[in-house]
Every structure is written in C-alpha cells, then in structure tokens.
Nanobody, 123 residues
Framework: QVLLVESGGGLVQAGGSLRLSCAGS????????MGWFRQAPGKEREFVAA????????RYADTVKGRFVISRDNSKNTVWLQMISLKPEDTAVYYC????????????????WGQGTQVTVSS
C-alpha cells in the first residue's frame, strides 16, 4: 500500500513557475513507478509525466515537454514536478500516482493516487 499526498499547487500568472511535491508513505514507494496526471474541468485525467523506480527514465506529454521536469528522491519518499513557463491551459487538478508495474503513460496502470492539488494559471 502506498499513500500519496500532493502539495505545492496554487494560483500563478502565465509564464510563472510552480513546484509540486508528492510525499509517499509505505515500504514499497521505491518499488513503484511514479506519474503525474492532471484533470481539467469537464475533461479526462491526462498524462503529464512519469519516472521509473530509480529515476533513470522519464517521459513527458508533448504539451509539457521542455517546460516540466519530474524527479524523485527515494530516500525522502518524494516525487516532484517542476513547472516553468506555465500557460492558462495548464490549469487543472494535478494528481500523482504510483504504479507497481513501473513508469507508464496509462492511468489504468496506477493503483494508488493522491487527493490532487489545484494549479490555476491566469492569463
């Protein structure tokens, strides 16, 4: 079992930055691939970024590539999502997920989710 708690969301102007954190608990955190997804009102939850168990592999959605960076520190049971050059279309609730199948772009492979943190980007 992995419990996840996101933090770091907020209101920011377009072009600004935020860093989201996802703190995990449980002995299996380091065995899990981790991902960030987001969900805007009226839309499906979509993939943002993922990272492998040891942090050696990362993947990004095309819409955030070059602007977002995912990282993790297993000694701290934490995953981060650094976001720069934010755009109004980045506005959404951001969720982190843990997958025992390793990193994945598919939300169906993530069995554990946090409660989400709201990111709002004003124009």
């Amino acid at each position: 079992q992995v419990l996840l708690v996101e933090s770091g969301g907020g209101l920011v102007q377009a072009g600004g930055s935020l860093r989201l954190s996802c703190a995990g608990s449980g002995r299996t955190f380091s065995d899990a691939g981790m991902g960030w997804f987001r969900q805007a009102p009226g839309k499906e939850r979509e993939f943002v970024a993922a990272i492998s168990q040891n942090g050696g592999t990362t993947r990004y959605a095309d819409t955030v590539k070059g602007r977002f960076v995912i990282s993790r520190d297993n000694s701290k049971n934490t995953v981060w999502l650094q976001m720069i050059s934010l755009k109004p279309e980045d506005t959404a609730v951001y969720y982190c997920g843990a997958s025992i199948f390793g990193w994945s772009t598919q939300k169906s492979t993530y069995a554990h989710w946090g409660q989400g943190t709201q990111v709002t980007v004003s124009s």
